[in-house]
């Protein structure tokens, strides 16, 4: 009992010493010319300037943050407004975290904080403040300047559809404004509704390749800039504040990086402010998910009729492979998929029943994962890490990668001579069948989810058996399509990579 109590005490000792020694670390940083007092500070919130008053002490210590009057969201950016003093003043420390759902308004505390802070002479990077880039200034700036927004049209009627999550959901129509979870969900409603796809978006996540789409589309339309508000991180929750201020008739969201949860987590105030939510899963299954939503789409924006032809489209690529009954064969080549894998670093895998390795079963690929997937607790028959030693027992005849090169939209061309295959200099990777016959290659990681989806079924489906698929272009049939139902040439991007 004694040791216990001596070990508390101890712990208890070392977490004081270390909190003085960061105020010590802190305030040796802090010039000891401090003239205590009150100090303002200015910063750029969400709708206005935030203006804070903050009290400091000779020795540096921040004893309060008052938050002037504000135009803030009720409810959402005014939390911040409440908790990001509060932690500031308790952390004594400009490093915390923002308020979910309320970033712009969080980092506006936090920088108008640190103006206050430079006016009382203090250097807030003691505080573990960091300056904000000129990129992400800029970006803050675009999204919360005043621009014109997209004219909502009169409701006429509405529209009742049933989600893939099954919930009923009723849209106001005629759609005048849209937000979507990551820049790619674009690709489905651009077929449908053409250069007015662009017109009517208001607010996307930062996912799904969203650079590219800015370096094509941004020219193409100026005013992207300043009217699509960014309503996510990378696989992060939404920022509640900015959806409700670029109020979208309707949220669209995939359910790639969590989307759906974070969705559903703030489905009550979405009702609340009269945003429906739709939830889409692509790829659910791959030889129809992106038809059903390409259908469930053509509702919402009122283009039944073009839904039609383009899932017809779709579906006539996704016939070419059914009509092979592949998934029956018994002479399947064996083939290994690895997400972000590098000589030194293991990515993931998948079994036949997700993500890409369901994409190259349906292409008649045999995928060596799923012995060992499939009979799994901890990968729930999905995605986990293989050893690679057993890989280089099932010695697979192709090796299938993703998400190692920025492939995709806008993709430097270069790329098809300068990419590099780390993994196959992994411990007796090249004795591999696959790297022995130049079988390696890759594949743009989120073309999975694409509404062109068919193209890599059929680019694999042709690689295992190209005598049964001689007379497929897949690369012709990509053509037609983009120049049909896009506003850009195929050649805009590098979707596959070979091993050479």
């Excluded at 509060?86 to 506006?108: P, Y």
């Excluded at 017109?199 to 589309?217: E, Q």
């Excluded at 993709?411 to 992994?426: G, L, S, V, Y």
Aim: net charge negative; with cysteine; hydrophobic share 40%.
């Amino acid at each position: 009992m004694k040791k216990i109590i001596t070990m508390v005490t101890l712990i208890f000792m070392v977490t004081i010493l270390s909190l003085g020694c960061s105020n010590e670390v802190r305030n040796s940083q802090i010039s000891t010319e401090i003239d205590g007092g009150i100090y303002k500070g200015i910063a750029k919130g969400y709708h206005d300037d935030i203006n804070v008053k903050v009290e400091i002490d000779n020795e540096g210590v921040i004893n309060s943050i008052i938050v002037g009057d504000n135009t803030e969201t009720e409810g959402i950016g005014t939390v911040a407004i409440e908790k990001i003093p509060e932690r500031i003043v308790e952390a004594q420390s400009l490093k915390i975290d923002a308020i979910s759902g309320a970033t712009v308004t969080s980092d506006a505390v936090i920088n108008a904080t640190a103006n206050a802070l430079e006016s009382s002479g203090v250097d807030p990077v003691s505080y573990g403040y960091v300056i904000p880039s000129e990129k992400a200034a800029k970006d803050i700036e675009k999204q919360v300047k005043n621009v014109k927004m997209p004219e909502k049209k009169p409701i006429t009627g509405s529209v009742t559809i049933t989600d893939v999550k099954g919930r009923e959901v009723t849209i106001d129509t005629p759609v005048s404004t849209f937000g979507i979870s990551t820049m790619d969900v674009i690709d489905y409603i651009v077929p449908l509704k053409g250069e007015d796809a662009f017109n009517m978006l208001v607010a996307t996540g930062k996912s799904g390749g969203k650079h590219a789409y800015d370096d094509i589309y941004f020219p193409m339309f100026p005013n992207l800039e300043g009217q699509v508000g960014i309503i996510s991180e990378h696989n992060a929750p939404f920022d509640l504040e900015m959806i409700l201020s670029k109020d979208p008739d309707v949220l669209i969201v995939n359910s790639a990086m969590q989307a759906h949860k974070w969705a559903l987590e703030i489905e009550p105030q979405l009702k609340e402010a009269g945003i429906p939510l739709v939830l889409i899963d692509v790829p659910s299954t791959v030889d129809t998910s992106v038809q059903e939503t390409i259908t469930l789409l053509g509702k919402i924006f009122q283009e039944e009729e073009k839904a039609e032809e383009v899932s017809a489209f779709i579906d006539k690529q996704f016939d070419i492979v059914r009509s092979k009954n592949l998934l029956k064969r018994t002479d399947k080549p064996t083939f290994y998929y690895e997400k972000s894998g590098y000589s030194e670093v293991f990515g993931s895998t998948s079994s036949s029943d997700s993500g890409w390795g369901s994409v190259i079963a349906f292409a008649g690929g045999e995928n060596i994962a799923d012995s060992i997937l499939k009979e799994s607790g901890a990968s729930k028959g999905g995605r986990n890490v293989i050893d690679p030693e057993y890989v280089l027992k099932a010695d697979p005849e192709y090796i299938i990668l993703s998400g190692v090169q920025s492939l995709g939209l806008n993709c430097d061309k270069d790329i098809t001579k300068t990419a590099e295959f780390d993994i196959i200099n992994r411990t007796g990777w090249e004795e591999l069948s696959a790297v022995q016959k130049g079988n390696v290659y890759e594949i743009m990681h989120e073309m999975s989810r694409t509404v062109y989806s068919f193209y890599p079924t059929l680019v694999f489906a042709k690689m295992f058996y190209p005598d049964e698929f001689s007379d497929v272009n897949p690369d012709a049939i990509l053509d037609e399509f983009f120049e049909k139902y896009t506003l850009i040439d195929d050649d805009m991007g590098v979707w596959t990579l070979k091993y050479k």
